[in-house]
């Protein structure tokens, strides 16, 4: 395929994901113009409008119904004669589906290099990012070469990335410029509507079409310090759906959608438009109010393309859909009514932050399995429904230290086989068979890109298509000589090749390999990973990556990957030593701080950045610092100005996985 897209504000790298995976943006834009995006929902292309869920039929009913369609293989020898008997194959190379994660840009390109857990984990297990914290409005401004660092990265991985988010207007969270919230302090309503109209402006067009989608504005129901610059008393904080002014249906909400879609359309940019808040799956209150947001947007702005639904799901002991404490945890056929409510406003809708923390009520991680497992079917069943985004997957960089995947020794948590086995194995079609006696072989495939082969006695040929109908019969002809009629397949697949140990630590190993290959018809299977000869896990043939744990301190161990076929025939075993880390695997600190300078003036801004020096096998898991002057803050970004001068010592506490804790200090003269 050749994708009509260039890149129009990065660095021009190329956007391919290695290997036979497919350029997603590229693959979207040809379902754009198949058509087909009603089906998928999907991203490039403006897609179809989303629909309600038939309640009447079961999760697998509507799976079957809205996420496969037919593939009709063909055989046939050159003059069009068909091959029967013919061995063939249909094996899946990528989802049409999003299935993604947040990503904090800062480990990404400042704390992790090519090969680390964090790096590989991204593009092996998901098709769709989007940034954290980086693309915020005053992050992006402070910090512009960070996010562009880290979008460029996930793009190059063959990733979509999402735009989180032109306007958030809540403070205390690094999300509003300085001088923006000077001028809401002032109620100075023309320097915040100039400045936020500027940047919704800037950011969409500094990333083009690379970004596939902006929440324009993020939170509007629950975080509004800016509409309270512009609109003061008019606003009632205390009860704000009563107020002369409701900041989910103002004007300058409208304003800020009506100028993107200007943007957007100006500069001839094929780019989404979303909304994006929380509550709505165990609260009452959000229906009517993000109902009624949705509406006035698409009423006095611009139609929605998107309608985001964060998912942090909590476990509390009220009542489900009450506004009293409620339980989040609800079945996969609650999730799909919940999901209706959000299905008829004209835009598709996204799962776009979903995680289960709240960790007090929750009565064990196999019960947080359980609710991914529900709430993942129940979206993945919704034909309204074309992203699952999990804000993030690894508890060393999770804003509540309870991501669904991976805790910070990157062991793999209940909810990591929930995942990969729905997303690489149930979900992911994998299958071989022989022709018909009209040379033919049908079947029902995931909808994805493919690759195709067919081999008879003296011959075999590969081809790739795209699954794109649901509703209808994708068909691929396959042209070779020959005839059918050979042995049944006693052809063991290649051996995993380039196994490498891609982290190690005191507990655990991480290995990746390039993936096997099979030639003799029955199609990859899985593969068996074993420590010291004895079997320790079998992982999904679309998976080429595992960690495996329970492993003692300073313990040197071989690790072996083995291939086995749909057959049953087994590869050669590739193998590779690894050694635990010992307890104590620390530098002299565990993180260093960088100012942008150490000399200042009264008032001046100095920014604080972070440097990760901890050892192999060690997460920083907290950060806190003090600036000398009573003020104190957490995290890995930080800027302070001081009010008086003098010597003033900043000490950055750092707390890793295995509770160490070093503090790092400088002094900053301030004159």
């Excluded at 002809?477 to 006693?490: E, F, N, P």
């Amino acid at each position: 395929m050749t994708s009509e897209h260039e890149r129009s504000s990065l660095t021009g790298a190329s956007n391919e994901r290695s290997g036979s995976r497919l350029n997603r943006r590229e693959y979207m834009r040809v379902l754009g113009g198949l058509g087909v995006l009603g089906a998928l929902g999907g991203l490039g292309a403006r897609p179809a409008t989303a629909q309600p869920a038939d309640t009447s039929k079961t999760i697998d009913e509507r799976i079957q119904e809205h996420r496969t369609g037919t593939v009709e293989i063909v055989v046939e020898n050159a003059d069009g004669s068909p091959v029967a008997d013919a061995d063939v194959s249909i094996t899946q190379q990528t989802h049409a589906f999003n299935f993604g994660t947040a990503v904090n840009a800062n480990t990404l390109i400042n704390n992790s290099s090519a090969g680390d857990n964090y790096r590989t984990y991204i593009p092996e297990l998901f098709n769709t990012t989007v940034l954290e914290n980086r693309h915020k409005w005053r992050f992006w401004e402070n910090e512009q070469q960070l996010a562009d660092q880290a979008t460029q990265w996930l793009l190059d991985q063959g990733l979509d990335v999402r735009g989180h988010v032109c306007v958030w207007g809540r403070d205390g969270v690094s999300a509003i410029p300085d001088d923006v919230q000077t001028a809401i302090d002032n109620e100075d309503a023309q320097t915040i509507r100039d400045r936020s109209m500027q940047h919704i402006e800037d950011i969409i067009t500094h990333y083009g079409e690379d970004i596939t989608e902006w929440e324009i504005v993020n939170e509007v129901m629950h975080t509004y310090q800016l509409q309270l610059g512009v609109y003061g008393d008019q606003i009632n904080t205390d009860e704000p759906w009563t107020g002369d002014v409701v900041p989910w249906t103002s004007q300058l909400l409208a304003d800020w959608y009506d100028h993107a879609a200007s943007v957007i359309s100006t500069n001839g940019l094929d780019v989404g438009i979303g909304v994006n808040d929380f509550n709505q799956f165990p609260y009452a209150y959000t229906d009517s109010r993000y109902e009624t947001e949705i509406d006035h947007i698409n009423n006095n702005a611009v139609q929605l393309d998107t309608v985001g639904l964060q998912a942090h799901v909590a476990a509390r002991t009220g009542s489900f859909n009450s506004n009293s404490n409620p339980d989040g945890r609800i079945s996969a056929s609650q999730v799909v009514s919940e999901i209706n409510k959000w299905a008829d406003h004209g835009a598709r809708v996204k799962i776009t932050e979903f995680d289960t923390y709240n960790g007090d009520d929750w009565n064990s991680d196999q019960e947080r399995a359980d609710m991914l497992d529900n709430y993942l079917r129940g979206a993945f069943s919704h034909p309204g429904v074309d992203s699952f985004i999990m804000w993030g997957f690894w508890d060393a960089r999770h804003w509540e230290n309870e991501a669904p995947l991976f805790y910070d020794d990157w062991s793999q948590k209940p909810a990591y086989d929930v995942w990969t086995g729905l997303v690489f194995d149930e979900w992911w079609t994998d299958e071989t068979a022989t022709t018909d006696g009209s040379g033919t072989y049908t079947t029902s495939a995931f909808l994805g890109e493919y690759e195709i082969a067919a081999e008879t006695d003296s011959d075999r040929a590969t081809t790739t298509t795209v699954v794109t109908d649901a509703a209808g019969t994708t068909t691929v002809t396959i042209t070779v000589d020959g005839s059918g009629g050979g042995s049944d397949d006693t052809t063991a697949p290649s051996t995993p090749t380039n196994l490498s140990i891609n982290s190690t630590t005191n507990s655990s190993v991480t290995v990746a390999w390039d993936a096997a290959s099979d030639t003799g018809g029955s199609g990859l299977d899985h593969y068996v990973v074993s420590v010291d000869g004895s079997q320790d896990q079998t992982v999904a043939a679309g998976m080429t990556q595992t960690t495996v744990s329970g492993l003692s301190a300073g313990s040197t161990y071989e690790i072996g990957v083995q291939a086995v076929d749909g057959a049953g025939n087994e590869s050669t075993t590739t193998t590779v030593t690894a050694t635990t880390t010992d307890d104590d695997g620390s530098g002299t600190v565990l993180a260093e701080l960088n100012p942008s300078t150490t000399t200042a003036s009264v008032g001046e801004r100095i920014t604080f950045q972070v440097t990760d020096t901890s050892g192999s096998g060690q997460w920083i898991t907290s950060l806190n610092w003090t600036f000398g002057d009573g003020t104190t803050a957490t995290g890995w970004w930080n800027a302070h100005a001081y009010d008086a001068p003098g010597n003033y010592t900043v000490a950055l506490t750092a707390t890793d996985n295995e509770g160490d804790t070093t503090t790092h200090e400088l002094t900053i003269t301030i004159s």
